[in-house]
């Protein structure tokens, strides 16, 4: 029988992961099955463009792997049962040797009332269509708040106000928006703001939201007719509900090579996973973390496979690219362990290059081993592994 590998998510990790997986094992002995709830790949860097009317190339899975393989299976997970080896796909249910767990994030409404029912995220496709359609409802003088003074948030407070020039935009973060930032990054980001007409509430802490805007901790509203919310992400509860050793967050707790430090033929990978990184911090939740550690389990897993050695590497970081609208950006250089240096480049120079990496994010899960030459080897032990319980 073929060793059965199950990814869950076809994110960036999850298809990465796929992708190079198929590159690496052959075809004889192993079967490798991606779980998505969609039919296409989703560019989630690109969201906020989505959201602010911009129209996004269709990138259809069965066109990204056809020929590789990879069988594609269009569900949602219910559930995963470790001990018995299956997913839970609500009408079927997938048994598995390897599993490579990627079901990403989702947007976090930190406890905070009203957010569900009053406020538009920008975390996946279906609610940043929801979030473009209703600014489409918007006449001029309409009044828009973002929350979260993150990357998220700035990119898409900036990228409505480019986009809709006769809209009122706010930005409110519970710090300072950009706080992070070198002193030169941030000086760049508050003039493209003013430039913008962004009007930025610094020091905000959102108690509630309303239908008509939100409420501070300190009793200031903040009207809005559309409140976007981008202070957070969270993973889905399905690993929690599991017996996988799990953070407080609910990310899966992995070892170097993004294999479960309770379950050795789970690996998790991207969002969902909690990895640490160079300097000993815990890997953000990114895309700039999500294809290293793509690469880093699927070779793992097909060493382990093939009986090969298991190389580790400390996954770092380079820069933080932010957009500010289509012809502004910031790069900000950053240590490998994310620390923020005094080098930085912006305006157009940095548009360009943010373009080139949201484009290499994709060229990524194209090109999974980045064209370098790979062979596919046999499993040592092609047999399928026992499932527990």
């Not at 509203?221 to 050793?245: C, D, M, N, S, Y």
Request: charged letters at 20%; aromatic letters at 4%; proline letters at 3%.
């Amino acid at each position: 029988m073929k060793h059965r590998i199950v990814v869950l998510g076809a994110g960036y990790a999850g298809a990465i992961a796929a992708g190079r997986l198929a590159k690496r094992l052959h075809r004889d002995d192993v079967s490798i099955t991606l779980v998505n709830a969609g039919t296409e790949f989703v560019e989630r860097v690109r969201l906020h463009q989505l959201a602010s009317g911009q129209d996004l190339r269709p990138r259809l899975l069965r066109d990204l792997f056809a020929g590789t393989g990879v069988e594609l299976r269009t569900a949602r997970v219910a559930a995963v049962d470790v001990e018995r080896n299956t997913v839970d796909l609500g009408d079927e249910t997938l048994g598995y040797d390897t599993l490579v767990y990627a079901l990403g994030s989702t947007a976090a409404d930190q406890g905070v009332p009203g957010v569900a029912e009053y406020a538009y995220d920008v975390a996946g496709k279906q609610s940043a269509l929801r979030l473009r359609t209703r600014l489409g409802e918007l006449d001029a003088g309409g009044t828009v708040l973002v929350v979260g003074g993150g990357l998220t948030g700035i990119e898409a407070a900036t990228e409505i106000a480019e986009a809709r020039p006769d809209l009122k935009v706010a930005l409110a973060a519970g710090g300072r928006v950009g706080g992070w930032l070198s002193d030169k990054a941030q000086r760049h980001l508050r003039g493209a703001l003013d430039r913008l007409g962004v009007t930025v509430h610094d020091h905000a802490d959102i108690a509630r939201v309303e239908a008509d805007g939100v409420v501070t901790g300190a009793g200031t509203e903040i009207k809005a007719q559309v409140t976007v919310w981008t202070a957070g992400f969270t993973v889905h509860p399905i690993a929690a509900a599991t017996t996988l050793e799990v953070s407080e967050s609910g990310r899966i707790v992995v070892d170097g090579s993004m294999r479960s430090v309770s379950h050795p033929d789970v690996y998790a990978v991207g969002d969902a996973a909690l990895a640490e990184g160079a300097g000993g911090g815990q890997l953000r939740m990114s895309c700039a973390s999500a294809g290293p550690m793509a690469w880093m389990a699927a070779d793992a897993i097909a060493a382990r496979l093939t009986g090969r050695e298991v190389r580790e590497t400390t996954i770092g970081y380079t820069f933080q690219c932010i957009s500010l609208g289509r012809r502004d950006g910031i790069i900000q250089r950053v240590t490998p362990d994310d620390q923020v240096t005094s080098s930085v480049v912006t305006g157009r120079t940095a548009a360009r290059i943010k373009e080139l990496v949201c484009a290499g994010g994709f060229w990524g899960v194209t090109q999974p081993t980045m064209m370098l030459p790979s062979r596919r080897r046999h499993v040592a032990v092609p047999e399928s592994s026992p499932a527990r319980g």
